[in-house]
């Protein structure tokens, strides 16, 4: 007999293959054809659309849907795609309720918008299990860029730039290219290694080397890229995470929330991911109810997501908030960690209570642990990086960096919001900036 | 990728998609925005001609009839051709048209039945760099009262007399503008032809009236208390528009006539569809009236890739394709048998093919206690009402049945070979060799 969600301690398998396969499964599963026609007639073809202001990468959302509804999905595709390459990543994970599908104005007047987000899902599809990439390259200019990072910036940024001729060479320090789509993202938000297959769609624009293994700041440096490349994109994400600060920190069992999520990505049988029995996972973002959301589908009796401060002040949307306790997820609100505590291993971690400008209120409550996820923020990582602002790289609204030639975005540079979709934005903002400076 | 580049009747333009000639089409300021979205070309917004211009009503102009969530599916307008000037609209048109060279600009004219007036404002239009003339024999109200459009567009020996006029006055291509309010469209395409017309577009709007007022008893629109009829336009119509063309051309008089389809043209596909009845491009009003001129681009991206998916690298590739398959009634094969057949996967049981076959066809659809719906095929007469009442697309279809399969209604096995009206035993005036 295996392990159930009782079982004590750090341990796999909590729940059955059958289970697991079930949790793990689409998270909004994929419109069929009727679906899509439906959802699609409810749009209103609105002039200087409200949706298309909020989407980051401005995509017709209109003209889209449209195409939908008029039986030419793939058409539909070709819009989406023109202004973001990774528009079926965005379909997936883009927070809808607080873009594109809060301004909707069926969401004025009826409280229930047209489902974009799903309807990009089904396009975007349709082009990418097809594997008909709809962009030709145009004539090779002879320009060499790097592009450091293959995550949604970069690869946005590559595939643009290659898309005008040049010649791309992405360098990525992991074994696999996708960045956070590939190591970050929920599990249940790209199924069926949609991360991969996407990527590997990406590059049959044809252009683009990819170079995995190879790390800025270790074999890599930047004055090596700038003296051997026409132009430099830095899209090196966020690598580092904040440290809690607390006694017992590094205790067994208290880990970094990014690294559980992209073991949990990368695990060929999630029967062999252990999970604890009593998971806090501290934090308000989108990481932390990843993690917690993923811990309870993994088998754990109780998870905890713990913030220092209000329910409002939480970067994770509403609809992630309820997305957690739909699944089981206890939401504690306004305590702030103060110590782990257990002999060599984590048994209990105590918090105290503070307001919204994180003053105590003197209180302080334990709660048991046999697993602590950290899930407070994440940091750029580097050396001899272009000027910084705030902890990140500082550019302007082309993605220039302070150094010329070196141009950056996405997580790591300032002004993005830190979501999958800035960084595409940001990404092919900075190749169009890259190419007008090269062909001037 | 497909060429959508047009030539009709020698006029060229980067697609098959014209703005008709209304409000779109009525100054300078709309026509450049239309082509910066994409039209391919315009037929101006009706001339008239020099003096005082035309007026309009104060009060509302148009009608409409609203499908489920208020989609826009039938406008009604009591507009008048353009209320500017001459001079102002010559003027933009010439601008417009020096800026545009590889678009089409059409003129829509309406002037009085005399043939000096046609005679002298021809050549004043053409003046403008115009590509080719529109006649508008088809506004049904207000300007009809006054002897012209409609008025002129239901009487076939006028329609050729102007048209003549026209041809003597110009070299320009001329079109003739069809009105649909007429029992038989090939009498005023046949005159047009005669006239010396290189081409007829149509239909123009159908008289109408969309609503009445029931507080103040009054048709709509209302203007002071009393309503008159109007044209109606928009998805409504389009039927009525294909018909029409079709019968112009698969009649062996007018088949070569070039035709320019207009009503209700709202996606590509209906595009697409008047297209293959042998229209060589296509006019649209109510569409860019109802989403703006940015609808165009659902337009010519679902046509090209629809062209692509078919091979055809030009529009000239498929125009008429579907014509040789309008027929008569009496001319359709008898002997071919389909029968409904419901996709249980699909099926949400709604009933509502139930009540329409039960209550009004055939009582062909059978339902059970836990609401399975499946068709009787020995009652079926495939009269399709189940599959226009479905909501589910695709969800109920026709299955051909195969020669030799026996047909349970009848009791007989289908035969392979046609066989139509004119050949059958129950026909009086049959022509069968017994
Ligand atoms: C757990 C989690 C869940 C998330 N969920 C969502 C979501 O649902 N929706 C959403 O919109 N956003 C979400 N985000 C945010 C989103 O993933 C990021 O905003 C986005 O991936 C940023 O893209 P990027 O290209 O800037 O960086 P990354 O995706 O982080 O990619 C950076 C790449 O650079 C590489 N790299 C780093 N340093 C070096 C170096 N020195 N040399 C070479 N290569 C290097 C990395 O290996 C990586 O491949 C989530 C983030 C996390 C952590
Ligand atoms: C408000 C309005 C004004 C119109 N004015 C004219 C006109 O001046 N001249 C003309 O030939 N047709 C006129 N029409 C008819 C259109 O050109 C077109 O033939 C008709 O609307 C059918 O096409 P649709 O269904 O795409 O609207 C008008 C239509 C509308 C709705
Ligand atoms: S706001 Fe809503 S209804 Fe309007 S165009 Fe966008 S999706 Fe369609
Ligand atoms: S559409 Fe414009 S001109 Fe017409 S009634 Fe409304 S506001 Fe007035
Ligand atoms: S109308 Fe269509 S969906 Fe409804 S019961 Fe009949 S077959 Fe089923």
Redesign the interface.
Same mark, same amino acid.
């Given at each position: 007999m295996s392990n159930t969600p009782f079982s004590n301690g750090i341990q796999a398998a909590r729940l059955d293959s059958v289970e697991l396969t079930e949790n793990f499964g689409d998270l909004h599963p994929r419109f069929d054809?009727?679906e899509a &026609?439906v959802a699609s007639? $409810?749009c209103y073809?609105c002039?200087d659309a409200p949706c298309m202001t909020a989407c980051p990468t401005d995509i017709d959302i209109? &003209?889209f849907i $449209?195409?939908i509804a +008029?039986? +030419?999905p793939?058409?539909a595709a070709? +819009?989406i795609f023109d202004q973001n390459i990774l528009g079926g990543m965005c379909a997936r994970v883009c927070p809808t309720e607080t873009l594109c599908e809060q301004v909707c104005v069926r969401e004025t007047a009826e409280g229930n918008p047209v489902e974009i987000g799903r309807l990009q899902r089904y396009a975007t599809d349709k082009l990418v299990d097809a594997g008909q990439h709809p962009f030709e390259r145009a004539a090779s200019t002879g320009k060499k860029i790097a592009v450091v990072g293959a995550g949604p910036a970069g690869l946005s940024a590559a595939h643009r730039l290659a898309m005008h001729g040049h010649d791309v060479t992405v360098f990525d320090a992991r074994a696999k290219a996708g960045g956070l789509n590939e190591f970050g993202i929920a599990a249940y938000k790209s199924v069926e290694s949609f991360a991969e297959r996407e990527v590997d769609w990406l590059l049959k624009i044809g252009g683009i080397t990819v170079e995995t293994g190879k790390k800025l700041g270790d074999g890599l440096s930047l004055d090596g890229l700038k003296a051997d490349f026409d132009a430099v994109f830095l899209g090196i994400g966020l690598g580092g995470v904040n440290a809690l600060g607390v006694d017992g920190e590094d205790k067994d069992g208290v880990d970094d929330a990014v690294d559980f999520i992209a073991e949990l990505r990368q695990a060929d049988d999630l029967g062999k991911m252990a999970i604890g029995r009593d998971v806090v996972v501290i934090g308000g973002g989108m990481t932390a109810v990843d993690a917690a959301v993923q811990a309870k589908l993994l088998g754990a009796l109780n998870v905890s997501l713990v913030y220092r401060r209000g329910k409002d002040r939480m970067n994770a949307s509403e609809f992630e908030q309820d997305l957690a306790a739909s699944k089981g997820v206890r939401i504690i609100t306004n305590a702030s960690p103060k110590a782990v505590i257990g002999n060599g291993a984590v048994r209990e971690i105590e918090f105290e209570y503070t307001d919204n400008d994180l003053k105590s209120t003197g209180q302080t409550v334990r709660l048991q642990a046999d697993q602590v996820f950290k899930a407070i923020g994440q940091t750029l990582e580097g050396e001899g990086l272009p000027e910084l602002e705030w902890g990140k790289i500082k550019v302007d609204d082309s993605g220039r960096t302070s150094v010329d030639g070196i141009w950056a975005g996405g997580d790591c540079a300032t002004g993005g919001d830190d979501l999958t979709v800035t960084a595409v934005a940001e990404g092919r903002d900075a190749a169009e900036d890259i190419h007008a400076k090269l062909s001037a | 990728m497909a060429n959508l580049e047009s030539e009709f009747v020698g006029i060229k333009s980067p697609n098959p998609f014209w703005l008709a000639s209304a409000p779109p089409t009525d100054k300078e300021y709309n026509v450049r925005r239309a082509f910066e979205a994409g039209w391919g070309g315009v037929v101006w917004k009706t001339l008239g001609s020099e003096g005082p211009p035309v007026v309009n009503v104060n009060g509302p102009r148009y009608g409409a009839i609203h499908g489920a969530d208020r989609r826009l599916l039938g406008l009604n307008n009591i507009e008048l051709i353009t209320d500017r000037p001459l001079e102002v609209n010559l003027e933009e048109m010439a601008r417009v048209k020096r800026d545009y060279p590889d678009h089409a600009v059409i003129a829509s004219v309406m002037v009085p039945c005399e043939e000096d007036e046609w005679k002298r404002i021809l050549p004043m239009i053409a003046e403008t760099g115009c590509d080719g003339f529109e006649l508008n024999f088809g506004c049904p109200h207000g300007m009809a009262e006054r002897g012209m459009g409609s008025a002129v567009g239901q009487v076939p020996e006028y329609i050729e007399m102007v048209a003549r006029w026209c041809k003597e006055a110009t070299d320009l291509p001329v079109i003739v503008k069809l009105t649909p309010n007429i029992t038989n469209i090939l009498h005023p395409a046949e005159a047009a032809l005669r006239g010396g017309a290189d081409a007829v577009s149509l239909i123009n709007t159908i008289n109408s009236i969309t609503n009445v007022n029931l507080d103040a008893m009054s048709p709509e629109p209302m203007i002071d208390g009393k309503g008159t009829h109007g044209g109606y336009c928009g998805p409504a119509v389009k039927p009525i528009a294909l018909n029409m063309v079709a019968e112009i051309a698969r009649n062996p008089e007018t088949a070569k006539l070039p035709i320019s389809g207009i009503g209700g043209i709202t996606t590509w596909r209906d595009a697409a569809e008047f297209m293959a009845l042998g229209a060589g491009n296509v006019q649209v009003c109510t569409a860019a009236m109802t989403y703006g001129f940015k609808i165009v681009q659902e337009m010519i991206s679902g046509l090209s890739q629809w062209m692509d998916e078919k091979g055809y690298e030009s529009t000239a590739d498929f125009v008429g394709m579907a014509t040789p398959n309008v027929t008569d009634w009496q001319y359709l094969n008898l002997n071919h048998v389909t029968k409904a057949v419901i996709n249980q996967d699909d099926c949400i049981s709604c009933g509502r093919c139930y009540a329409a076959c039960e209550d009004t066809s055939h009582q062909a659809i059978e339902m059970s206690e836990d609401r399975v719906f499946t068709v009787k095929d020995d009652e079926c007469v495939a009269c399709n009402l189940c599959v226009n009442v479905c909501p589910v697309e695709n969800c109920i279809t026709m299955r051909t049945l195969e020669p030799g399969e026996m047909d349970e209604r009848t009791n007989t096995p289908v035969q392979a070979d046609y066989g139509n009206w004119t050949a059958h035993p129950n026909n009086p005036m049959s022509t069968a060799a017994e």
């Open positions: 054809d009727h &026609l007639d $409810r073809f002039h209109p &003209l $449209r195409q +008029t039986g +030419t793939e058409a070709k +819009t | -």
